[in-house]
C-alpha cells in the first residue's frame, strides 16, 4: 500500500477515488448490471485478480480497467494477517454453546478488541478511563463476543443489540442457563439486551437511552461498537451511525463519543441498495 502522510490524507484520497468511480461500486453485488462497465474492459476474472495481487503482468489488460486496480492496490488497507499466537490470545471462562469454529472467532476478535483498546488508551487517544468505557455489540445474536467482551474488560458496561427477538431472548437464556459463579453474574449484571432493528438512527438513539439511563457523573461516555458477522449493511450502516455521531456538535458529544469501531462483515449479497454511503462519506470525512 502506497504511504501517505496521514490517516485524514488516505480518507481525502480514499474517499475521492469512492466518489469517482461510484456507478461501478453502488452496484449490489447480486445485479448484473452491464451498464456500468466500459465495452472495453474485456478482460477475464483471472487476469484481473492476478494483477491485483501481484501488481504485475497487467499490460494486457485495458488501461482504464489497470488504472482503476492499481488505485485500488494504493489505497487499501494492509492484507497482511495479525500474528495471534495462541499463547498470546486472552483466556475465555467457558467455550459453553460455542462451536470450535465460533470459539476460535469469539477468542480471536476478543482478543484484538482488549489489545486495541488498551493501546488507545495508551497513547492518550482518550482522556476518559477505561472504567466508564461502554461497549456496543452489534447484531449480538446470542451474545458470545458479548460476554467474551465483558470478561475482558470487567469494569466496562455493555448492550447487546439484535434484530431476531428470538437471538436476544436466546442470548438472556445463554446468560442464565451458565453455572452462575461471582465472574457470570457480574458480567450478566452490566449487559442490556434490547432487539433493534439496526439503522444509523436507530443504532444512535438506542445508545443514546442506554447511556442516558446510566450516567451519573456528567463524564462523557467513550462508546465503542463492535460487530462479529455483520450481516448484509449492518457494516455500512454502523459506519454512518459512526460518523455522524463523531461530527456532530459538541453538544451531543457531551452525554457520550465513539472511541473505535471494530466490525468484520458477511453476507454481502444481503445488502440492501439504495443510500449514498459514497456522497456521506465525503461531506462527513472532511470534518472528522
Known amino acids: 500500500m502506497a504511504k501517505h502522510s496521514s490517516g485524514n490524507d488516505h480518507l481525502h ?13 453502488a452496484t449490489h453485488p447480486n ?6 462497465i466500459p ?3 474485456m478482460a477475464t476474472s483471472e487476469e484481473v485478480l492476478q494483477y491485483y495481487v501481484t ?14 486496480v492499481d488505485g485500488v492496490r494504493a489505497l487499501q488497507l494492509p492484507r497482511a494477517a495479525i500474528d495471534m499466537p495462541d499463547d498470546k490470545l486472552k483466556s475465555l471462562p467457558t467455550k459453553k454453546g460455542m462451536s470450535p469454529k465460533k470459539f476460535h472467532e469469539v477468542q480471536r476478535m476478543a482478543s484484538y478488541v482488549k489489545n486495541l483498546v488498551d493501546s488507545v488508551y ?5 482522556s476518559i478511563d477505561q472504567g466508564h468505557l461502554h461497549i456496543v455489540d452489534v447484531g449480538a445474536g446470542q451474545g458470545y463476543i458479548t460476554r467474551a467482551l465483558g470478561t475482558l474488560f470487567p469494569d466496562a458496561k455493555l448492550l ?5 427477538h428470538g437471538q436476544t431472548e436466546g442470548a438472556k437464556r445463554q446468560a442464565k442457563g451458565r453455572r452462575v459463579d461471582n465472574l457470570t453474574a457480574d458480567i450478566n449484571s452490566r449487559i442490556d439486551h434490547r432487539t433493534v432493528l439496526v439503522k444509523p438512527d436507530s443504532l444512535l438513539d438506542a445508545v443514546d437511552t442506554w447511556v442516558h439511563a446510566g450516567q451519573n457523573d456528567g463524564e462523557p461516555i467513550p462508546v465503542l461498537f463492535v460487530a462479529l458477522h455483520a450481516c448484509g449493511s449492518l457494516t455500512p450502516d454502523m459506519l454512518r451511525a459512526f460518523l455522524a455521531r463523531a461530527v456532530s456538535p459538541r453538544g451531543a458529544r457531551e452525554t457520550w463519543y465513539p472511541l473505535a469501531i471494530v466490525t468484520v462483515g458477511c453476507c454481502y449479497n444481503l445488502m440492501y441498495p439504495g ?5 456521506f462519506v465525503q461531506k ?4 472528522l
Open 13 to 25: 484520497l480514499l474517499a475521492d477515488f469512492v466518489a469517482a468511480h461510484r456507478s461501478l461500486l
Open 31 to 36: 445485479d448484473v448490471d452491464l451498464s456500468v
Open 39 to 41: 465495452e472495453d474492459w
Open 55 to 68: 501488481g504485475f503482468g497487467g499490460e494486457q489488460l485495458p488501461p482504464t480497467l489497470r488504472e482503476l
Open 122 to 126: 495508551d497513547h492518550g487517544v482518550s
Open 160 to 164: 447487546a443489540l439484535d434484530a431476531d
Open 275 to 279: 443510500g449514498e454511503f459514497v456522497v
Open 284 to 287: 462527513q470525512h472532511l470534518s
